[in-house]
């Protein structure tokens, strides 16, 4: 079975556990780099950035997370994740990962939009998908390659560069675990 691994330094991992398993395919929490090897692909979960990136680096994540990426293994940064997996954080000198070509605004939607739901059209996926943005982040500037999936108000809120997808908002959060197929699909693609 397919094996799609959820980064647990910190933040919201049960919830994507159990999407992915929702999904058909097997959740792994991950805690040591040890783990990477046994995966086909990895979900980075909300929380809070700076957190998750000092306890990667901690832990040895970067460089094993750049690795896993130039193996062709899929990664899906959601939330903080997305902040996470991002070339560039506005305002901040350095980034995470530096991975997907996109530039990122934190807490981007302002206070009276701290939380919200809404339904949002996905390229890929046939009906609207309900999307929890929690303190969301939001993708100001996207490379050449890079396919925007969404936007919210005009802005970009999903987005994927080949192996790589990032989401603002929380699909974990919700019944509705297509994010989660599509993400597997991705998985399933990368080794066919
Ligand atoms: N605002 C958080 C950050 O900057 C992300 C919020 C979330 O993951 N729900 O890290």
């Known amino acids: 079975m397919t094996k799609i691994g959820v980064l647990a330094l910190q933040g919201a991992v049960a919830e994507h556990i159990r999407g992915i398993e929702k999904a058909g395919a097997e959740g792994v ?4 780099t040890e783990q990477l090897a046994e995966l086909d692909g990895i979900i980075l979960p909300g929380g809070e950035s700076t957190t ?3 306890l990667m680096r901690t832990y040895g ?6 690795e896993f990426s130039a193996a062709g293994k899929p990664i899906f940064g959601t939330c903080a994740g997305l902040i996470v997996i991002a070339k560039e954080i506005t305002g901040q000198p350095e980034a995470h990962l530096e991975l997907m070509d996109i530039t990122v605004a934190r807490n981007a939607f302002g206070r009276q939009r701290e939380s919200f739901e809404t339904d949002l059209p996905i390229k890929g996926i046939d009906e609207n998908v309900r999307a929890v943005f929690i303190r969301a982040p939001l993708i100001e500037k996207v490379g050449p390659d890079v396919d925007v999936l969404a936007t919210y108000d005009g802005q970009i809120v999903a987005a994927r560069q080949g192996h790589l997808l990032a989401a603002s908002f929380h699909p974990e959060l919700t019944d509705d675990f297509r994010l989660h197929s599509y993400f597997l699909d991705m998985v ?3 080794q066919a």
């Open 188 to 190: 399933k693609q990368s």
């Open 61 to 66: 994540f970067i460089e094993a997370l750049r």
């Open 29 to 32: 929490v991950v805690k040591r």
């Open 52 to 54: 998750i990136g000092k």
